[in-house]
């Protein structure tokens, strides 16, 4: 998809129904930008390596260099950050009982700027601040879906502690069901991402206790990344709106799924 966009070719054929999804959210977000962006996504051997892969690695400096992917880096804006939102989710986050790994340089690749890109389009500089939250799916064993969905709460309170008042969103990403490689590499299944999305909204506690094994036999070896929506919907609260959803197969061997949820505020008793 980065690929596309870089070499405008987003009204392609084959591409117009994959971007044709985001024009919503693209508008949205014009009216509804945020101060500082959340951006929870995982390292594709950039930043790290399989001698060095953090379970949750947090970005607390001032700017993000677009790494270099061995065929050179996106031709997109260096991503500024959030340094002392950053500090203070660290602090707030370590207290909390998560152990983070602090990164205070840190290049990042696609699986960052790929949803950047998708949300804003191609721009001369990034509108919001953003804050990596990179999770290890690569490696095994990855987090389970119960310690991202409790670190999207822990991050809530984090945030809501923070003395300034900002518009701060999360955002979860991470391809839905494929598999690059091996027997089953091709695999889609949308009967199992449909169900995912349903559950992301309304059921995000009981889908928190899937087990790594049901993600990798219904979504594929790479369906694993889907954990990180939940630190997202975690963040969300109890009850989201759901504002937008968009579901389409394929896009480069993945299926793509989109949701955009705000909290849902009880005016219960005002």
Not at 14 to 34: A, C
Not at 62 to 91: K, M, N, T, W
Not at 95 to 123: A, C, K, Q, W, Y
Not at 210 to 220: I, N, R, S
Request: proline share 7%; aromatic share 10%.
């Amino acid at each position: 998809m980065g690929y596309a966009m870089d070499t405008h070719r987003t009204s392609d054929a084959y591409w117009q129904p994959v971007f044709s999804g985001y024009q919503w959210s693209r508008e949205w977000m014009r009216e509804n930008t945020p101060d500082v962006v959340v951006l929870v996504y995982n390292d594709h051997a950039s930043a790290f390596s399989l001698e060095m892969i953090p379970t949750f690695a947090l970005g607390c400096a001032d700017s993000y260099d677009i790494a270099d992917e061995g065929f050179g880096p996106r031709p997109v804006p260096q991503v500024p950050g959030h340094a002392d939102l950053a500090c203070h989710l660290a602090q707030s986050l370590i207290l909390d009982e998560f152990d983070l790994t602090i990164m205070n340089r840190l290049e990042v690749d696609h699986g960052l700027t790929v949803p950047l890109s998708l949300m804003f389009g191609e721009v001369s500089a990034w509108p919001t601040k953003i804050i990596p939250l990179a999770v290890n799916v690569v490696q095994y064993p990855p987090p389970t879906g119960r310690r991202c969905f409790n670190l999207g709460k822990a991050l809530r309170r984090a945030i809501e502690s923070y003395d300034e008042d900002l518009n701060v969103h999360v955002w979860g990403t991470g391809g839905m069901s494929h598999q690059l490689q091996g027997p089953r590499a091709g695999l889609i299944n949308s009967q199992f991402d449909n169900d995912f999305l349903d559950r992301v909204v309304a059921k995000p506690d009981e889908l928190a206790d899937m087990p790594h094994l049901e993600y990798l036999v219904e979504a594929g070896s790479e369906g694993i990344e889907l954990v990180m929506w939940l630190i997202m919907r975690g963040a969300m609260g109890d009850d989201v709106n759901e504002l937008h959803r968009f579901y389409h197969v394929p896009a480069s061997n993945t299926a793509v799924g989109h949701l955009v949820v705000e909290p849902l505020i009880s005016t219960q008793g005002e």
